[in-house]
């Protein structure tokens, strides 16, 4: 029987299904010390959620020699001012004031996924090519993007969350108040009652909020003579949101324009680190290692409600410095993850063959509770909502910091 052209189509398509296209090694988050475990999580536990007890700082745990005070909100006594010792010679028998110990929980939600794959016999036949191992290649790559693809969901609605608190206007706001009055990077004073982020301001002394038009580069790569330092004032200043609780070191995770502003400055390091399956280009003598994506590469967009005509104020970037154990990660136990069905009857008798993989895994920011929708596994969508997170820890336990820049 002559094939027709429709066939001639059929075939080449048969014939091209299983040539391989090189993989986008795009660096994974997933694959670094970002991602840490916590024993508390139970990720085959019944329901879709779970919870995560852990103990909130300890309230003042030095005794005084006066216990007739009562003990204050903060665990402290109330009017004194300096802790004293015991005397032991005055043989006070009154009991001292005890430690304020408190606990809360993090709620996570669990998420599982799928990958499906065809292969039909007449495409091996022609191709001369193993489909099922090719899709089994697959299988390994597509997890490892999902997860990663999850990973920046994640950060993405941490930074929404942040926003919330801080409110849009501390962006683009008249000049009315200070980004220190917002954000505790600004600040460097460990406020929970501010946006856990930092705004890369040009002037660092005078840092009224204006239209936008004060933001800062990254990187200062422009500047003629300006000393190292001064190129990466604001990453050493973004550091300072943890106070006095300077990480030993940090992922800088950032878009490719960013990235070619870092180079252009020159002062990335002369050797990597390596970890995990990167090595790491660092800045700082290895205190900041590098990690470049495009998903990070667009504009942050917020809506201005307090300049006349409501305006939309862009071309914001927004990177992420993040500490090791920023993200708890455990995988859920699926049933059946590998599954082949064969179809004999599809494409005239010649046969079709399906293969399904299945995953499931726990994923979740350190320091936040989750309080999206508990009914269903979580999608990429509902991970990067800024209403699934809020925030639970102490500022100083928070491991994603967005910094806002142009």
């Given at each position: ?18 040539t391989d296209e090189s993989y986008t090694r795009a660096k994974k988050l ?18 879709f959620i779970g919870q995560v007890r852990f103990y909130k700082p300890l ?346 820049h142009r």
């Amino acid at each position: 029987m002559a094939i027709s052209s429709d066939g001639f189509g059929t075939l080449n398509k048969a014939i091209s299904a299983y040539t391989d296209e090189s993989y986008t090694r795009a660096k994974k988050l997933v694959s670094t010390a970002i991602m840490g475990t916590n024993a508390s999580i139970n990720a085959n536990g019944e329901d879709f959620i779970g919870q995560v007890r852990f103990y909130k700082p300890l309230g003042a745990y030095t005794s005084t020699s006066n216990a007739t005070e009562s003990e204050s909100i903060a665990g402290g006594i109330e009017g004194d001012a300096l802790v004293t010792a015991v005397n032991v010679a005055s043989q006070n028998e009154n009991y001292g004031a005890t430690t304020n110990i408190s606990t809360d929980v993090q709620t996570y939600i669990k998420t599982v996924r799928t990958h499906g794959a065809n292969e039909y016999l007449v495409q091996e036949v022609i191709s001369k090519q193993d489909g099922l191992a090719k899709i089994a290649r697959d299988f390994s790559e597509t997890r490892a993007e999902d997860e990663d693809q999850s990973v920046r969901s994640i950060i993405a609605g941490v930074r929404g969350a942040e926003l919330g608190i801080a409110s849009d206007a501390s962006l683009f706001d008249a000049d009315t108040s200070n980004y220190q009055d917002f954000w505790a990077g600004n600040a460097v004073d460990a406020d929970p009652s501010k946006g856990f982020g930092y705004v890369a301001v040009k002037s660092l002394i005078s840092s009224k909020i204006g239209t936008g038009d004060n933001i800062d580069t990254l990187v200062d790569n422009t500047t003629a003579g300006l000393a190292p330092g001064l190129r990466v004032r604001h990453l050493i200043k973004a550091m300072g949101a943890w106070a006095d609780y300077v990480p030993s070191f940090v992922y800088l995770v950032v878009g490719p324009e960013t990235y070619l502003d870092i180079k252009v400055a020159n002062i990335v390091d002369d050797e990597r680190v390596t970890d995990g399956n990167i090595a790491f280009e660092t800045i700082l003598s290895g205190q900041v290692r590098l990690v470049v994506s495009r998903s990070y590469s667009t504009s942050l967009k917020v809506t201005n409600i307090s300049i006349a005509g409501n305006t939309e104020a862009t071309g914001i970037k927004t990177s992420y410095m993040m500490l090791p154990g920023s993200m708890y990660m455990a995988d859920v136990s699926v049933p059946n993850p590998v599954a082949i069905d064969r179809n004999e009857s599809v494409g005239s008798g010649s046969g079709r063959t399906t293969a399904w993989y299945r995953w499931g895994y726990v994923m979740h920011p350190r320091g936040y509770t989750f309080v999206g929708n508990d009914s269903v596994f979580a999608s990429n969508g509902t991970f990067a909502a800024a209403a699934s997170w809020n925030r639970k820890s102490d500022i100083l336990n928070l491991g994603i910091l967005p910094i806002f820049h142009r």
